[in-house]
């Protein structure tokens, strides 16, 4: 048995199918489009900008954590006005505080390494599952509408 095709009398339903196909087209890709957006900036403030205020921060809490070494030394070797050895317990807060303060700085580091990995997997799951749909609204749709012009064409003449 031969396939045939469908019988349309109704032109203005394929006018209408025709202009809802391209509008969903139009969103769809627009929608695709922004969402790949959203994930390709989020990667890039994630790689560029914390990664490198991070790595910044490190550096800078590093030689904090040195200036508080250096102040817990000098307060133990060199004696007072009076003679006597001077206490440091200012200087030994202030140096638990500064190694607290790296620390951090090692744990963002790491949690932005994670982050930017997590984030690269899951862009190319989500681009793995929307193919099909970039493929419909790239190929397959503007095919659909071409064949609705044919048969608009068709019932012109």
């Known amino acids: 048995m ?7 009398d109704d032109i203005e339903a394929l006018k209408t ?3 809802a196909l391209i509008k969903f087209a139009e969103i769809g890709n627009a929608a695709l489009s922004g969402a790949e957006s959203e994930i390709d900036r989020t990667l890039g403030t994630l790689e560029r900008d914390q990664s490198t205020y991070w790595n910044g921060q490190l550096r800078k809490r590093h030689e904090e954590v040195m200036k508080c070494e250096e ?5 133990r070797l ?22 607290r303060r790296k620390e951090e700085a090692e744990q ?7 982050a930017v990995q997590i984030l ?5 799951l989500y ?6 749909l970039a493929t419909a609204l790239q190929g397959d749709i503007p095919r659909a509408v071409h064949q609705i012009d ?8």
């Open 2 to 8: 031969a396939s045939q095709g469908a019988k349309v």
């Open 17 to 19: 199918l025709r202009v």
């Open 71 to 75: 102040a817990v030394r000098a307060k």
């Open 78 to 99: 060199f004696k007072g006005a009076d003679g006597r050895v001077q206490s440091a317990v200012d200087e030994m807060k202030a140096l638990a505080i500064a190694k």
């Open 108 to 114: 963002k580091i790491i949690a932005v390494k994670k």
């Open 120 to 124: 690269r997997k899951e862009s190319a």
């Open 127 to 132: 681009k793995g599952r929307t193919q099909k």
């Open 150 to 157: 044919a048969m608009l064409d068709q019932s012109a003449h």
